[in-house]
C-alpha cells in the first residue's frame, strides 16, 4: 500500500499550485517556486469511501513566501480489502471523472452562477486536491445538531444551482443532448442495485427495524404483513433507480446526508463565536454516487435525511415550492424556462413517483452515519474484520443495540422506517 506522503509529488504540487493561483506559467518560470510540502491525515473518519488528508504547500510565489493549504481525498492506503471493494464498485474513480469531466463543463460564469462545490485541482482516479473549505470559512453542522428551515434553504439554493448547470451543459451547450449519452460511464449506477451488498444489507436493516421496533410491529396482523411482503416492496427502489423518459433529468447528487455539505455561518454579535443556526450559504460535497435523475431525487434525499418528521410534516409545501422557485430563477440566469424543460404538474408528479427512494434511503444512510459519533471510525481501528462485516454482511445486531440504548438513534430511524412502512402500506 503506497504511503500518505508518496501519493503526492513534487510535479502533482507545482500543478496544484499553478491552477489555484491562477498562473499560466511554463514549467520552466520559477515566478512560482515550491519550497517543501506535506500531508497530514486527518483523523477519525470523516467519511466512509475514502481517506483523508490536508496538503500544506509552503510557497515563493514573486519573492514572498507563504504557506498554501489544499484538502486530500484518496483511496483508503491503511486498510486494503475497503480499497479493493471501493475501487471494484469505481466510486472514487466516478468522482474524479466528474470533476475532470461534468463538473468542468458546467457554466462557471460568476455573474450568472452560484458557487456551489469546491474547487478541485487535481483529479486522479486515486486521488483529489481541493479548496480547503475550512479555510474559506464554512464549516459542517456540529453532531447530531437539527437542521432548521435556514439550513435547508440554503442546500435547496445549492442543489438548484447543481441542477440549473446541469440543464445548461443540457440544453444550451450540447443542443438537448442527454447528458447520461456523454458522460454514462461516470453515471452509471452502482449503488441502489440488488448486487450492490452494502446497500441490500442496509435494506435488511430497515426491516429488522420495522419487525422490532416500529409501533405497526404492536399490531399482529401488521407484523405478519410487514413479514411476509415488506422486502419485496423495498425492491421498487431498484427499477426507480434506473435512467428514466417520463420525467427531466439532471445531475443530481443523492449522498445528501449530514457531512456532505458545509456551510459559511453569522457569528453570534455578542460572543464571537459562531452562530450555527444562522447559515449563509452552502457548499455540496461527496460526489461519489451523483447521477442522472430527476432533480425530485436530490429534494427527498434532502427532506428525509436531514429533517425530523414533525418539522417536514409541517414545511413540506413551502420547501416543494421554494426549490422549484429558486431553480426556475436560476434558470432563467442562464436564458432556460423552466415551464419548458420541467412543467410544475412533472416535478409534482415525479416527487410522488420517486418517494420511496428518498424513504429507503434515510433509513440505509441513517442506520449507518448516525451512529455514536467515532463508533466506526474506532471499530475500523480495533476491529477491521467486525467492520467490514458490520458493512458488507449484516448489521442487524448493531442496529438494535443502539437502537435499545441511544435515544436520538432510535427516534431518528423510526421517523424514517414508521413512514417507510405508511407509504409500502397504508397502515394509520
Known amino acids: 500500500m503506497t504511503p500518505l506522503n508518496r501519493l503526492i509529488s513534487l510535479s502533482d504540487c507545482t500543478a496544484v ?4 493561483q491562477g498562473k499560466l506559467l511554463t514549467a520552466e518560470d520559477d515566478t512560482i517556486q515550491i519550497l517543501n510540502y506535506r500531508l497530514e491525515k486527518v483523523p477519525g473518519q470523516p467519511g466512509f469511501l475514502g481517506e483523508y488528508a490536508h496538503l500544506i504547500v509552503t510557497v515563493k510565489v514573486n519573492g514572498k513566501s507563504k504557506e498554501l493549504n489544499y484538502f486530500v481525498k484518496c483511496l483508503p492506503y491503511t486498510d486494503p480489502k475497503q480499497r479493493e471493494i471501493i475501487q471494484e464498485i469505481g466510486v472514487f474513480k466516478k468522482e474524479a471523472d466528474s470533476y475532470r469531466e461534468l463538473f468542468s463543463a458546467f457554466s462557471q460564469d460568476p455573474s450568472r452562477v452560484s458557487k456551489w ?3 478541485c485541482w487535481l483529479a486522479r482516479d486515486d486521488i483529489l486536491v481541493m479548496e480547503d473549505l475550512h479555510s474559506s470559512g464554512y464549516r459542517p453542522m456540529p453532531w447530531r445538531k437539527d437542521f432548521g428551515k435556514a439550513h435547508l434553504l440554503t442546500i435547496f439554493d445549492a442543489l438548484a444551482q447543481m441542477h440549473a448547470c446541469s440543464l445548461d451543459l443540457e440544453f ?3 443542443a438537448g443532448k442527454r447528458l447520461d449519452a456523454k458522460f454514462g460511464s461516470m453515471l452509471t449506477e452502482n449503488t441502489f442495485m440488488k448486487e450492490s451488498t452494502w446497500f441490500t444489507v442496509g435494506l435488511k436493516g430497515i ?3 420495522a419487525l422490532e421496533g416500529s409501533r405497526y410491529a404492536r399490531t399482529a396482523a401488521y407484523k405478519t404483513r410487514m413479514a411476509s411482503e415488506m422486502l419485496n416492496k423495498m ?3 431498484f427499477e426507480l433507480s434506473k435512467p428514466t423518459d417520463r420525467f427531466q433529468s439532471v445531475i443530481v447528487h443523492r449522498d445528501l446526508w449530514f457531512n456532505n455539505m458545509m456551510f459559511k455561518f453569522d457569528n453570534d454579535p455578542l460572543t464571537g463565536t459562531i452562530d450555527y443556526d444562522k447559515p449563509k450559504s452552502c457548499i455540496l460535497i461527496d460526489f461519489q454516487i451523483a447521477r442522472y435523475l430527476p432533480p425530485a431525487i436530490d429534494f427527498l434525499c ?3 435525511l436531514l429533517t425530523r418528521r414533525c418539522h417536514r410534516d409541517e414545511h413540506y409545501d413551502f420547501y416543494m415550492e421554494y426549490y422549484y422557485r429558486r431553480l426556475s430563477e436560476k434558470l432563467q440566469l442562464l436564458n432556460l424556462d423552466i415551464k419548458v424543460l420541467l412543467p410544475w404538474k412533472q416535478y409534482v408528479e415525479s416527487l410522488e413517483h420517486y418517494r420511496l427512494v428518498g424513504l429507503l434511503w434515510s433509513g440505509v444512510l441513517l442506520a449507518f452515519v448516525n451512529l455514536p459519533e467515532g463508533f ?3 471499530l475500523h481501528v480495533t476491529d477491521v474484520d467486525a467492520y467490514h462485516e458490520f458493512c458488507l454482511v449484516s448489521r442487524d445486531a448493531t442496529i438494535m443495540e443502539f437502537f435499545q440504548k441511544d435515544c436520538n438513534y432510535r427516534e431518528r430511524l423510526l421517523d424514517s422506517v414508521d413512514e417507510t412502512i405508511e407509504y409500502l402500506f397504508g397502515f394509520e
Open 17 to 20: 499550485v499553478r491552477l489555484e
Open 117 to 119: 462545490h469546491p474547487s
Open 172 to 174: 444550451n451547450q450540447m
Open 207 to 209: 426491516f429488522k427495524v
Open 235 to 237: 425492491e421498487r427502489i
Open 302 to 304: 434532502t427532506i428525509y
Open 376 to 378: 466506526l471510525g474506532d
